[in-house]
T-cell receptor, first 113, second 112 residues
Framework: EAQVTQNPRYLITVTGKKLTVTCSQNMNHEYMSWYRQDPGLGLRQIYYSMNVEVTDKGDVPEGYKVSRKEKRNFPLILESPSPNQTSLYFC????????????FGPGTRLTVT | EDQVTQSPEALRLQEGESSSLNCSYTVSGLRGLFWYRQDPGKGPEFLFTLYSAGEEKEKERLKATLTKKESFLHITAPKPEDSATYLCAVQDYGGSQGNLIFGKGTKLSVKP
């Protein structure tokens, strides 16, 4: 089954404790992206990657890091999480040809206390 | 600065009562406009892509249209299973190819 998976689905952590949210897709997609979704603010792009070793900032990249060493994986790293990073995070992927027809993962709900 | 505004924020319909959702946008040059559906607790699901004014796309009870300043998502004779949040997104020629800007969505509720 074609899918985007994220882990963990739920995470509660404390300020300053480094964490990684994994994202993996099995569709051989070149394009992958991370979003956060907050009430009243909608879905906002954090980082995206057009292909392996190619990443770029979205609209809200501060406090986040990404890497794209393999085509299927695109982890999101929070080096020093803060409470304002409490949010619902989505990973998405697509082929380059249909870069905006994205497949989204199920989401990761992160709470930073 | 790119801006995507969706209206109304919420819409309640009776089953069978047709209506339209609006997405207005401001970009330097539209590369594409996209509609997604999001069910509670799930990731958005792609519906349509529109590229140029006058273009229309249809899928079951949904029809998306595009003008130079806005897009409409028309819902004909909706059913309760059409209840969801509908998201509009745009990509600007003036922005990075991979950058997608979403509106805040319209939450649609269809009562039987």
């Amino acid at each position: 089954e074609a899918q985007v998976t994220q882990n963990p689905r739920y995470l509660i952590t404390v300020t300053g404790k480094k964490l990684t949210v994994t994202c993996s897709q099995n569709m051989n997609h070149e394009y992958m992206s991370w979003y956060r979704q907050d009430p009243g603010l909608g879905l906002r792009q954090i980082y995206y990657s057009m292909n392996v070793e190619v990443t770029d900032k979205g609209d809200v990249p501060e406090g986040y890091k990404v890497s794209r060493k393999e085509k299927r994986n695109f982890p999101l790293i929070l080096e020093s999480p803060s409470p304002n990073q409490t949010s619902l995070y989505f990973c998405a992927s697509s082929s380059i040809a249909g870069v905006y027809e994205q497949y989204f993962g199920p989401g990761t709900r992160l709470t930073v206390t | 600065e790119d801006q995507v505004t969706q209206s109304p924020e919420a819409l309640r319909l009776q089953e069978g009562e047709s209506s339209s959702l609006n997405c207005s946008y401001t970009v330097s040059g539209l590369r594409g406009l996209f509609w997604y559906r999001q069910d509670p607790g799930k990731g958005p699901e792609f519906l349509f892509t529109l590229y140029s004014a006058g273009e229309e796309k249809e899928k079951e009870r949904l029809k998306a249209t595009l003008t130079k300043k806005e897009s409409f998502l028309h819902i004909t004779a909706p059913k309760p299973e059409d209840s969801a949040t509908y998201l509009c997104a745009v990509q600007d020629y003036g922005g990075s190819q991979g950058n997608l800007i979403f509106g805040k969505g319209t939450k649609l509720s269809v009562k039987p």
